[in-house]
Structure formats: structure tokens, C-alpha cells
């Protein structure tokens, strides 16, 4: 059985950073997708990242790029998403998805992603 953990949120002030993690067990894949969205109250699942494991690239959003970063423990089988100049509309609930091959749909599209992570609240104040 897949799943996915997600830790590392909390609140912090605008301009602060934090250090989101999932840690990913029962993947018996060496290929797959691991994406991170995030969901505010009254808005959609909104996609921010995400990184191909075992081949491709990394991809962000526009609302998110040059800011955030992807990555990866490949020890620990972690995913990481390390977000600096945090802004007050950054605030949500934060998630780390996994999908597997064929991969169809782009990785922003959360109707594409079969596991996930219970999530992590982010609240950034001003």
C-alpha cells in the first residue's frame, strides 16, 4: 500500500521560509511522479511542483517559481519542497501526491495524481 506523509508545516511571518517534507513508502516503482499542492479555504486544489523520479525534470508554477524547490533524499525516499519569501496568500493546506506511468495528464492536474498525503497546514502571516 502507498502513502505518503506530509510534516513540516507551521506558521511563520511574510519573508520567512519552511521546509515541507513527504516521506513515500510502498513504491515498489523505479518510476513516478511526486507533485505538491496546495488548497486554501473556498479554492481549488492548486498544483505547485512536482518531479519525476527515474527520468525527467522538474516543473513549477508560475505563483511559485523562484521561490520554491523541489527535491528529493533519495536515502530516505523523501520528497522535500523548500519555500522561501513566504507570502501571506501562500497560506493553505499543502499536500504531496504520487503518480505512476503512463503519466497522461501535466503534473498540475490533481485529477492525475492516485495517492496522497494527508496534509500539512502553512499559515504565513504579514
Known amino acids: 500500500q502507498v502513502q505518503l506523509v506530509e510534516s513540516g508545516g507551521g506558521s511563520v511571518q511574510a519573508g520567512g521560509s519552511l521546509r515541507l517534507s513527504c516521506a513515500v513508502s510502498?513504491?515498489?516503482?523505479?518510476?513516478?511522479?511526486v507533485g505538491w499542492f496546495r488548497q486554501a479555504p473556498g479554492r481549488e486544489r492548486e498544483g505547485l511542483a512536482a518531479?519525476?523520479?527515474?527520468?525527467?525534470?522538474?516543473y513549477y508554477a508560475d505563483s511559485v517559481k523562484g521561490r520554491f524547490t523541489i527535491s528529493r533524499d533519495n536515502t530516505e525516499n523523501t520528497l522535500y519542497l523548500q519555500m522561501n519569501s513566504l507570502k501571506p496568500a501562500d497560506t493553505a493546506m499543502y499536500y504531496c501526491?504520487?503518480?505512476?506511468?503512463?503519466?497522461?495528464?501535466?503534473?498540475?492536474?490533481?485529477?492525475?495524481?492516485?495517492?496522497w498525503g494527508q496534509g500539512t497546514q502553512v499559515t504565513v502571516s504579514s
Open positions: 510502498g513504491y515498489t516503482y523505479s518510476k513516478y511522479c
Open positions: 501526491a504520487a503518480r505512476i506511468p503512463p503519466y497522461g495528464d501535466g503534473w498540475w492536474n490533481k485529477d492525475a495524481y492516485s495517492y
Open positions: 518531479i519525476y523520479i527515474g527520468g525527467g525534470g522538474t
